[in-house]
């Protein structure tokens, strides 16, 4: 995976939620106006301890315990972030936001043009998303559709380490609201050499993390590193696997999917996600009204299954890993 990290740079190996608190820290200690909110972010760090110890750093008026209230929790960073505040709201769980999407969605995401302009919204509404974990109900979801669908919101994904503290601290810095969804799949699946310094990975940029000729398999978060991993395993079989991590899926990077679409004229998209509804089929639109005479072959779809996700049994079978995004690419690339 491409990293842009020069010799020069002091580093550091974190893990991708070590990275979470490496970019609120960066960011808190350079401009005071960022607080931290959420429920236990304080004295307990967080449930995966991605705020740990930055009470300590910065203190109970920066670092604020909330009460269990996710509505409550929205509308005070909307009203904080109107009044030229930065805060960076938790939410233990993407299962536990829906409380607060009528704040997001329908205060948050329009603020700048209910007010003319007067007024942005800088807020960052965090979450932790997906499955993976033999969690219990309501800790799986991966439902980032319902946030891209709906101008004014940018909706960041990262994948590594890396991109997590850049597009952390992009978003921070953005004058606009964003959720960041955070792969807690692979919260501490890998470490990455990350810059001790502050720097930025721009919003609505995707990464092309494996060059290939044969097939374009577009993805983002936690299904990035199993799909690099069919990739790698397909090069053995001939099948040369272009790799596009948009990291970004709402504003979608329209042109490096095409650019690779362009190149390969072949396509699948993998998310875990269900599938109606998902933004594979955004993806797949895109194609096929922009660039439909390079395509060569149907665009599969990888994805999760058009049911509420399950419980442990069930739950590895759910998720596309990487033997389904390997018949996934298979069946495009024969067709």
């Known amino acids: 995976m491409s990293q ?8 550091q190996s974190l893990t991708l939620v070590q ?3 490496d970019g609120l820290y960066t960011e808190m200690e350079r401009d005071e106006s960022v607080v931290v909110m959420g429920e236990d972010v304080g004295e307990n760090g967080g449930v995966f301890r991605a705020t740990q110890d930055l009470i300590d750093e910065f203190g109970a008026d ?27 709201a938790e939410f233990q769980f993407m299962g536990f936001i829906y409380p607060a999407f009528d704040q997001i ?4 995401a329009r603020l700048r043009t209910r007010s003319n302009g007067r007024f942005t919204c800088p807020a960052v509404f965090r979450a932790p998303y997906g499955g993976g974990i ?18 004014g919101l940018k909706v960041v994904m990262p994948s590594t380490p890396y991109d997590t503290k850049g597009l952390l601290i992009s978003a921070i810095r ?16 890998f470490r990455d050499d990350v810059p001790e310094d502050d720097y930025t990975v721009p919003i609505g940029e995707a990464n092309v993390r494996r060059e290939g000729s044969d097939v374009s ?11 690099m991993d069919a990739a790698e395993e397909l090069a053995g079989e001939g099948i040369d696997c272009e790799v596009v991590d948009l990291r970004t899926v709402s504003p979608l990077d329209e042109e490096t999917i095409k650019e690779s ?53 069930l739950e590895e079978y759910y998720l596309p890993e990487t033997a389904r995004i390997k018949d996934g690419i298979r069946e495009t690339v024969e067709f």
């Not at 842009?4 to 580093?11: A, L, N, P, R």
């Not at 978060?221 to 799909?227: E, F, I, K, Q, S």
């Open 105 to 108: 969605v329908s205060h948050a």
């Open 4 to 11: 842009e990290v020069t010799d020069q740079e002091s580093t």
């Open 174 to 189: 953005d004058p606009d609201p964003v959720v960041f969804l955070e792969p807690k799949l692979i919260y501490r699946a």
């Open 134 to 151: 033999h969690a219990p109900e309501h800790h799986s979801e991966s439902t980032e559709t319902f946030f891209a669908h709906h101008p």
């Open 261 to 313: 679409f362009e190149k390969t004229g072949r396509g699948v998209v993998v998310h875990e996600a269900h599938k109606t509804g998902g933004l594979a089929g955004e993806i797949v639109a895109t194609i096929q009204e922009d660039i439909l005479l390079y395509q060569e072959a149907p665009i599969t779809r990888v994805t999760g299954f058009d049911v509420p996700f399950p419980l442990y049994s």
């Open 217 to 227: 398999v577009f993805t983002w978060g936690a299904m990035t590193p199993a799909t």
């Open 19 to 21: 990275a979470v608190r």
């Open 62 to 88: 920066r670092v604020i315990d909330t009460p269990l209230a996710e509505a409550g929790i929205a509308g005070t960073a909307v009203g904080m972030a109107a009044y030229g505040m930065r805060p960076v």
